[in-house]
């Protein structure tokens, strides 16, 4: 899909420069030899333009809607790592001591990657996925002062 995205500029440069040469060149436009074939041309470039960019924006929302399907999809590993960054190994062993990595895992109240309780996802948010769940881990570590009081299980618990 980025290849074609990529053919799409190209052209897109293409037709853009045909515009270009015509917008600096009006006589050209004006006379009577050349002037049919060149308002003809012009003509031509200007909706290859317009359809170029519809196919554009088209094909940009789609690599977004593919890049953010992969997002979320990653594994609870790959998420919590990409969310928490240099506390990654501390979040995957709180995580891994929580719930084993389980987005679905279930304990009372606690729920998802990181057990965490009802009133802590209405305030920093949930998802189903370990994405979402990462994220709203990630803001409670912060508003906690990134330590780990708020969680049962400690970094340092897991070997």
């Known amino acids: 899909m980025q290849d074609r995205l990529e053919r799409k500029l190209d052209a897109r440069r293409k037709h853009r420069g ?4 015509f917008s600096s060149r009006r006589w050209l ?4 030899e050349y002037g049919p074939a060149a308002r003809r041309a012009l003509r031509r470039a200007e909706r290859r333009l317009a359809r170029l960019a ?11 809607r593919r890049e953010a399907r992969r997002r979320l999809a990653r594994s609870p590993r790959a998420a919590i790592c990409s969310v928490f960054g240099r506390y990654c190994r501390q979040a995957l062993a709180v995580a891994w001591c929580e719930s084993r990595l389980s987005t679905t895992a279930r304990n009372g109240q606690y729920v998802g990657l990181f057990q965490m309780g009802a009133y802590e996802r209405r305030l920093f948010g949930h998802g189903e996925t370990a994405l979402a769940q ?3 881990a990630y803001r409670y570590f912060v ?7 708020p ?4 970094p340092w618990y897991v070997a």
């Open 134 to 136: 990462a994220v709203a």
């Open 29 to 32: 436009l004006r006379c009577p």
């Open 151 to 154: 969680w049962g299980c400690k």
């Open 143 to 149: 508003r906690s002062g990134r330590d780990w009081s």
């Open 54 to 64: 519809r196919e554009i924006a088209a094909l940009r929302r789609a690599i977004a």
């Open 18 to 21: 045909a515009v270009r040469f």
